[in-house]
């Protein structure tokens, strides 16, 4: 399997997104090629869901016996209902403990 990292808030927030609600373009700046916000996943899973809001893309990694991820740190993004500034603070300081 080839490890490949994935961000989970993307590099492009599409207009009229769920992405574009929740960040504003300076946080969007700061956080996005931060550890907090990113997730090693296998390169089949990571090229399918590029800009996908973050429902969708946790069903799409996620779901199915075959989509199971066996990353931790990737395995935890599954508990959050959004992925907020708050969400990616939180886990940045749970990284650095």
């Not at 700046?29 to 090693?40: E, F, G, M, S, T």
């Not at 199915?64 to 708050?86: C, D, F």
Request: proline share 2%.
């Amino acid at each position: 399997m080839l490890l490949t990292i994935e961000h989970v808030l993307p590099q492009t927030l599409d207009k009229n997104s769920q992405w574009q609600k929740l960040w504003s373009d300076d946080n969007h700046q700061l956080w996005l090629h931060r550890l907090a916000n990113l997730v090693p996943l296998n390169k089949r899973r990571n090229s399918s869901a590029s800009n996908w809001d973050f429902k969708d893309k946790k069903e799409k990694y996620f779901t199915g016996i075959e989509n199971v991820s066996s990353y931790a740190l990737t395995s935890q993004v599954l508990k959050e209902g959004e992925w907020t500034i708050e969400v990616v603070e939180n886990g940045c300081v749970l990284i650095i403990r």
